[in-house]
């Protein structure tokens, strides 16, 4: 059975860190990610990583504060999150898609399995 298992988390000073844990049963996939959803608003990107090789991708709301990472021994997929700031408060999903189709990674409807998400606050 496929399954992407999050951890990670919870409530966070605003400049402060966290990190994100995905773990990948299953199967191996092309591509993962991270996209997050705030209160009242769409499911946006926030990261993503080619498995094979490693080349990432940073909205530009996060380059520079968050690293995406993965462990291939472990098909452990990360997030860690520094400088976090208010506006970082949303439930955070990791993604996998198994299509190498990199171009799309920003595109949610590109993924095939979703985690269950967990939720990120970050107190002014």
């Known amino acids: 059975q496929v399954q992407l298992v999050e951890s990670g988390g919870g409530l966070v000073q605003a400049g402060g860190s966290t990190r994100l844990s995905c773990v990948v049963s299953?199967?191996?996939?092309?591509?993962m990610a991270w996209f997050r959803q705030a209160p009242g608003k769409e499911r946006e990107f926030v990261a993503a990583?080619?498995?094979?090789?490693?080349?990432?991708d940073y909205d530009d709301s996060v380059k520079g504060r968050f690293t995406i990472s993965r462990d291939n021994a472990k098909n452990t997929m990360a997030l860690q999150m520094t400088s976090l700031k208010p506006e970082d408060t949303a439930v955070y999903y990791c993604?996998?898609?198994?299509?190498?189709?990199?171009?799309?990674?920003?595109?949610?409807?590109?993924?095939?399995?979703w985690g269950q998400g967990t939720q990120v606050t970050v107190s002014a």
């Open positions: 993604a996998a898609g198994r299509a190498s189709r990199w171009y799309r990674r920003r595109v949610d409807d590109e993924y095939d399995m």
């Open positions: 299953g199967r191996t996939f092309s591509t």
């Open positions: 990583i080619m498995w094979a090789g490693g080349t990432t």
